[in-house]
């Protein structure tokens, strides 16, 4: 008996159940096992006490001549005697407000499965179907694995009174489901199947351990150690300079926020020294050079309007588009979006409680932007909105992900990774193997992309040289990364200035300018 186990509430709600249902008199009891508290204490006497005055009251209001409506065993009890109380309770009432694992509604339903022992006392035939009740305080830790179980918050009295009721006047058929049900993930996830479990987690997270490098990031409750492949190193700007001159066939796939412009700036045009450096790379025919965004795509057309050779991708892949005189296509067929009727109401919701929070609605997505929120309120709340959004979608063909300071629904398979196929199977169309790839990001999104491009050496020429980069140190598929918007831009001014220099030594390249003077 301590001040976690919600025994004071459990008993508000029994009166409640008492006061609501006058049938209920006279033919529920309720048990109450208090098992002795660890501690002593203050607190532990007010809880003993308060509990004893609440019992009191309850028989005295609603006991009488051989009936009292609650039984408070507030003493020690053999396991043999529990169990007994166990078999033959219809409902088990679990009502903690804060418990790790509690074991008690495992307990109760293999009690309630019996054995051969048990049906010969009670003179239960063997083929008499075995039936229980559950009602778990969600805070309990074992609640979520009870898919049967009605589950409570037990500082609601009238919502775990009801749930008594419910659990009372269910069919026997119903019982029984849910008793089979929670009897079969009780009587195969015992003791040896997480143990097992266990070390085969260990065993995967331990695996490489030998050969990684672990770095120490943050500080106080906002420290945490990551784990990063020996592999993983800063991206050479000699060495990439060095591959893009002897390649012939490029292709080069960047992300726009974040990657060449700092993530989070209010400018509302495009970096300058950015749209420079794409249109020197895009006037080099060797080079295929796509800008894969999140944005929407109007916003793409606005930036990058003076540069006609550029691919571009919006919405995460949802719309593209391969240069400027080409119309946009979609990379996904979706027959409607009746699901942001479902969506945007929730995540109205959510805007109107986080402050600075807004939601921005592209043609194929909804976003819920958190970035100028309390950082610590907006992401306990961007975890609640995935949830909630998570459940009320389940049957929509959408898929909820969570990036950084965003909570994003949007069609089933849209992502980065499709234009890296778009992009790599054009090229291979027209005969030209890339041998040189490189793929910049700096977020989750980006992953798909170098997931892509890293497995795709069908599309790629065997000599081919492919460098994926992420922005900052941190767990990724890239090899390689480099610090900062800054170093990408000095890096693809490299490239740029290569190709260039290359044009201007290049004896074809004087020859194409004659050709076109003469039409």
Same mark, same amino acid.
Request: proline share 4%.
């Given at each position: ?245 002897? &390649? =012939?066939?490029? %292709?080069?796939?960047?992300? /726009?926020?974040? $990657?060449?412009?700092?993530? *989070? #700036? ?94 921005? &609605? =592209?043609?194929? %997505?909804?976003?819920?932007? /958190?970035?100028? $929120?309390?950082?610590?309120? *907006? #992401? ?140």
């Amino acid at each position: 008996m301590d001040i976690f186990k919600g025994i004071s509430l459990k008993l508000l709600a029994m009166e409640q159940l008492l006061i609501q249902h006058p049938d209920k008199r006279g033919k529920v009891v309720l048990v109450q096992i208090a098992n002795p508290a660890r501690g002593r204490g203050k607190d532990v006497q007010e809880v003993q006490s308060e509990t004893t005055a609440t019992v009191n009251r309850i028989n005295a209001t609603f006991g009488r001549q051989g009936y009292k409506p609650v039984v408070l065993i507030d003493a020690p009890l053999q396991f043999y005697e529990r169990i007994a109380y166990y078999v033959i309770a219809e409902c088990c009432l679990v009502t903690a407000v804060r418990d790790g694992m509690n074991l008690i509604p495992y307990e109760y339903v293999i009690c309630r499965q019996g054995n051969e022992k048990l049906d010969e006392t009670l003179g239960l035939s063997p083929l008499t179907p075995k039936k229980s009740m559950l009602v778990v305080s969600e805070f309990v830790g074992c609640s979520p694995s009870l898919s049967g179980a009605i589950r409570v918050n037990p500082w609601n009295i009238d919502s775990v009174a009801e749930a008594m009721d419910s659990a009372l006047i269910v069919s026997e058929a119903e019982k029984q489901l849910r008793h089979e049900k929670h009897y079969r993930y009780v009587s195969t996830h015992d003791v040896a199947y997480w143990a097992r479990s266990f070390l085969q987690d260990l065993e995967r997270a331990c695996r490489d351990h030998v050969r990684r490098r672990c770095w120490g990031i943050g500080f106080g409750l906002g420290f945490r150690v990551i784990a990063l492949d020996p592999n993983f190193r800063k991206l050479s700007v000699d060495y990439i300079v060095s591959a893009y001159k002897r &390649t =012939k066939s490029r %292709a080069i796939l960047l992300d /726009y926020d974040g $990657a060449m412009m700092l993530r *989070g #700036s209010i400018s509302t045009t495009a970096n300058a020294e950015a749209v420079g450096i794409l249109n020197s790379l895009c006037r080099d025919p060797k080079n295929v050079v796509f800008i894969v965004s999140g944005r929407d795509r109007k916003t793409l057309m606005e930036w990058f309007s003076s540069c006609e050779k550029l691919g571009l991708a919006a919405e995460h892949g949802y719309f593209v588009r391969p240069n400027h005189e080409a119309d946009w296509e979609t990379s996904v067929s979706v027959p409607d979006f009746d699901w942001k009727q479902i969506a945007d109401p929730v995540m109205q919701l959510y805007t109107e409680t986080t402050d600075g929070s807004t939601i921005e &609605t =592209k043609e194929s %997505a909804l976003v819920w932007n /958190y970035q100028y $929120a309390d950082p610590d309120f *907006g #992401s306990c709340q961007a975890k609640e909105l995935l949830d909630h959004l998570e459940s009320v979608l389940a049957n929509e063909p959408v898929s909820v992900k969570s990036g950084q300071h965003i909570v994003e629904v949007k069609p089933q398979g849209v992502n980065k990774g499709i234009v890296a196929e778009y992009l790599l199977s054009t090229m291979r169309q027209k005969g030209m193997l890339p041998d040189f790839v490189i793929c910049i990001g700096d977020d989750r999104s980006d992953e798909d992309m170098f997931g892509v491009i890293m497995s795709a050496r069908d599309s790629l020429s065997p000599v081919a040289e492919v460098f994926a980069c992420t922005v900052g140190q941190k767990p990724s598929k890239a090899k390689y990364y480099l610090e900062d918007t800054t170093e990408i831009l000095r890096m693809l001014q490299g490239l740029a200035n290569a190709s260039e220099q290359a044009a201007k030594n290049s004896p074809q390249a004087s020859q194409r300018v004659v050709i076109g003077e003469s039409k």
